[in-house]
């Protein structure tokens, strides 16, 4: 249930893909992403651990990296729908 709840939410903000990468979370959205870019370079200034990468993915470094990999994606999407 948990993963659909994570689902839907990346589908209404446009990512087509979440991969969990060692320590981090990969966020990659599609064409039209319904995230504000201002939202993404305002979260890199205030978190080191957000970066943008060339590619056009958005990374989070996960503080722990044996968390619980759904709250942490969910986590990511939230900050950036927020």
């Not at 992403?33 to 200034?45: E, F, G, H, S, T």
């Not at 943008?52 to 722990?64: S, Y």
């Amino acid at each position: 249930m948990r993963l659909a709840r994570l689902r839907l939410l990346a589908a209404s903000q446009g990512a087509v893909s979440i991969d969990w990468l060692e320590g981090s979370v990969a966020v990659r959205y599609g064409e039209r992403p319904r995230v504000d870019p201002d939202k993404i370079v305002r979260l890199m200034q205030e978190d080191d651990a957000v970066r943008l990468t060339p590619a056009g993915i958005v990374k989070f470094r996960l503080p722990d990296p044996g968390a619980d990999r759904i709250a942490a994606a969910s986590l990511a999407l939230r900050k950036l729908a927020g």
